[in-house]
């Protein structure tokens, strides 16, 4: 079974600093793809940036990046700058690529809250 | 249409009443997956179609959840005789192969479904 575990439940950060939010993950699958959300308390969810297992670079997405450590099955997110409208629910997420049961699972969150 | 759909967006119903609540994916997205968010939490996998495969009903909670997906488009999820504990909102998602390649998810706004 897959499993993704986000320890960090709030994470507080002034402006303009960097923020790293904690996603591990857990599957024996070989092929996988890890995708982090953010969910502003409009209820949406917009992607942000994608990871697959194979990539052998770390994704970017502007000031967005993902610090991928295969070893140790983890997929932190990195938000450089943050920006007061960054408060908002972050979500890590995983797909299998090879299984039947195909969908994404997903942690608990992490609600992060920027200050001027 | 651009983006993927869902309607009603918000539901106030009365315990044990029917609701349908309904999903329109993106066109030519194949895969249609409805998740459940209560307050406060994660994202619950419900129910996944792909084209014409049977679903994967294997996250309905109780019987008295169904979906369907007519013509491998339009999806409605009812929702028989209500309780309270099924107040949350219920987000759909479509994929597909992106831009980038990579096979991605779109989630609509939700509904927000409050049962009184």
């Known amino acids: 079974a897959q499993k993704i575990t986000q320890t960090q439940p709030g994470m507080f950060v002034q402006e303009k600093e960097a923020v790293t939010l904690d996603c591990t993950y857990d599957?024996?699958?070989?092929?996988?793809?890890l995708f982090w959300y953010k969910q502003p308390s409009s209820g949406e969810m917009i992607f942000l940036i994608y990871?697959?297992?194979?990539?052998?670079q770390n994704a970017t997405e502007g000031r967005y990046s993902l610090n991928f450590q295969k070893a140790r099955k983890s997929a932190n997110l990195v938000i450089s700058a943050s920006q007061l409208g960054d408060s908002a629910m972050y979500f890590c997420?995983?797909?299998?690529?090879?299984?039947?049961?195909?969908?994404?699972?997903f942690g608990k969150g992490t609600m992060l809250l920027v200050s001027p | 249409g651009a983006g993927v759909s869902q309607s009603p967006s918000n539901k106030v119903t009365e315990k044990g009443k029917d609701v349908e609540l309904r999903c329109d994916p993106i066109?030519?997205?194949?895969?249609l997956y409805w998740y459940r968010q209560s307050l406060g939490q994660g994202l619950e996998f419900l129910i996944y179609?792909?084209?014409?495969?049977?679903?994967?009903k294997s996250g309905l909670p109780s019987d008295r959840f169904s979906a369907e997906r007519t013509g491998g488009s339009v999806s409605t999820l009812t929702i028989q005789r209500t309780q309270q504990e099924d107040s949350a909102v219920y987000l759909c998602?479509?994929?597909?192969?992106?831009?980038?390649?990579?096979?991605?998810?779109?989630f609509g706004s939700g509904t927000r479904l409050t049962v009184v």
């Open positions: 998602a479509s994929s597909g192969i992106g831009t980038q390649g990579y096979y991605g998810y779109t």
């Open positions: 599957t024996s699958d070989q092929s996988y793809g």
């Open positions: 990871q697959g297992s194979y990539d052998e």
């Open positions: 997420a995983m797909r299998v690529m090879n299984s039947g049961y195909s969908t994404l699972t």
């Open positions: 066109s030519g997205h194949t895969a």
């Open positions: 179609f792909q084209g014409n495969s049977a679903p994967d």
